[in-house]
């Protein structure tokens, strides 16, 4: 029997043996294979395994049992397959737009990929400030492709219904269902990580509104239940590779990493990018950086109107039901997802704010007067665009709900 007939999990020594076994043809002799573990996410194994003879490279990706900053929180190894499955329907519809798949293994739960380490991930380069003017197209290009093109108004009922079968996704799910439309609100186990001196505005703004709760108990329920089109899930600046300027659009932007992927909500993914673009506002107006802090906040903008431009358009060229042709169904269709937008803005920015899973943009602001201020900020706004989103209509809108809690807090 073969050494990867049974799943377990690798280290760096296996992974080079598994490339040499299952990907005979892809490294060239002379072989001197090196090997590192460099994931630093929540959930899988990522290896980067070069051929130092030629310096020729990839990726080996592996899902674990168990959460990596939780082994209690057990996950089902299919997210890898799900992963796959997601990169090979994305590059159909949104070619040049994510690392390109070179097998995957259902046994080792293992994905092979194109390695992108010209790369940089996004979070880390908007930590130094870094600008990219690509960005806005690229990822509105990428949205547009591949959740338009996999809702009812495209595509073929029964294929489509066939999808949301493949790529039902629970576990993950689970962990959204619970991480961003409960726990924040309730802290029902006890998880969040909450800055001492903000635990008396959580207490009241979060846990205590109860106007809040029934919103969000909404929106929960919109997201268990509408199979809209097929998401990303997780789609921050985490998830997101980035070029320097010398990039042009469509070679400066590769999205990773959709294990999360299932069929949901449109606004979801839309409202995870304006918030974590947010999220680098704070850490560039932390560090007194104001023209990064305008390029943010401009590209907020645009991602919202272009998205909304380019989904039209989509819309036009490609729409197949016979009733979504009608007259105005498609403004109608398309202001939900921005009214979804801003809630998922909102629930996005809540949760990273005091739910367990934060990130460095918030964190490590060093100031601490300016940490805990830029945390109310969030959930002050993020308030705003729960309770205020069907009157989020254009890009504007999301900067002024920032800027709205930002005059009531005070720098």
Not at 67 to 95: C, F, H, P, W
Not at 120 to 132: G, P, Q, V
Not at 180 to 199: C, F, Q
């Amino acid at each position: 029997m073969s050494a990867y007939d049974r799943y377990f999990l690798m280290k760096e020594s296996d992974v080079a043996d598994y490339v040499t076994a299952k990907m005979p043809d892809f490294f060239k002799l002379p072989l001197k294979l090196s090997v590192k573990e460099i994931g630093d996410g929540n959930l899988n194994y990522v290896f980067r395994v070069v051929n130092e003879a030629d310096g020729r490279s990839l990726i080996v990706k592996q899902a674990g049992l168990t959460l990596r900053i939780s082994a209690a929180m057990k996950v089902s190894t299919d997210r890898n397959r799900i992963e796959s499955e997601i990169l090979l329907l994305q590059d159909k519809y949104a070619g040049g737009l994510v690392p390109k798949l070179y097998r995957y293994d259902t046994v080792m739960c293992v994905c092979v990929m194109e390695d992108l380490s010209n790369y940089r991930l996004m979070r880390y380069a908007l930590m130094e400030h870094k600008t990219f003017p690509h960005f806005a197209e690229d990822i509105t290009g990428y949205m547009v492709n591949t959740l338009l093109n996999t809702t009812d108004a495209v595509m073929e009922h029964k294929a489509k219904k066939d999808l949301v079968k493949r790529f039902i996704n629970p576990e993950l799910c689970e962990i959204t269902e619970d991480l961003v439309y409960t726990e924040p609100y309730k802290d029902n186990k006890k998880r969040n990580i909450v800055t001492p001196e903000n635990l008396d505005f959580v207490k009241k703004e979060l846990y205590g509104d109860r106007f809040l709760h029934l919103e969000v108990a909404k929106l929960k329920f919109e997201f268990m239940n509408n199979a809209q089109a097929l998401l990303h899930g997780d789609l921050h600046t985490g998830s997101i590779f980035v070029k320097d300027d010398e990039a042009g659009p469509g070679a400066a932007t590769r999205v990773f990493d959709p294990e999360f992927a299932f069929y949901g909500p449109i606004g979801y993914d839309v409202g995870n990018i304006i918030a974590n673009l947010f999220f680098a506002w704070h850490n560039g107006d932390g560090a007194g950086q104001t023209a990064f802090c305008d390029w943010v906040l401009t590209t907020a903008v645009s991602v919202i109107d272009l998205f909304k431009q380019k989904f039209l358009d989509g819309f036009t060229k490609n729409v197949t039901d016979v009733m979504a042709k009608t007259e105005g169904f498609a403004e109608y269709y398309l202001a939900s997802i921005v009214s979804d937008t801003a809630a998922c803005t909102g629930l996005e920015l809540v949760r990273r704010t005091v739910g367990m899973a934060q990130v460095k943009d918030i964190t490590t602001i060093a100031d601490r007067e300016r940490r805990v201020k830029a945390e109310r900020i969030n959930i002050l706004c993020a308030k705003d665009c729960i309770l205020n989103r069907a009157s989020f209509t254009c890009g504007q809108d999301f900067v002024d709900a920032l800027k709205r809690a930002v005059n009531y807090v005070g720098k």
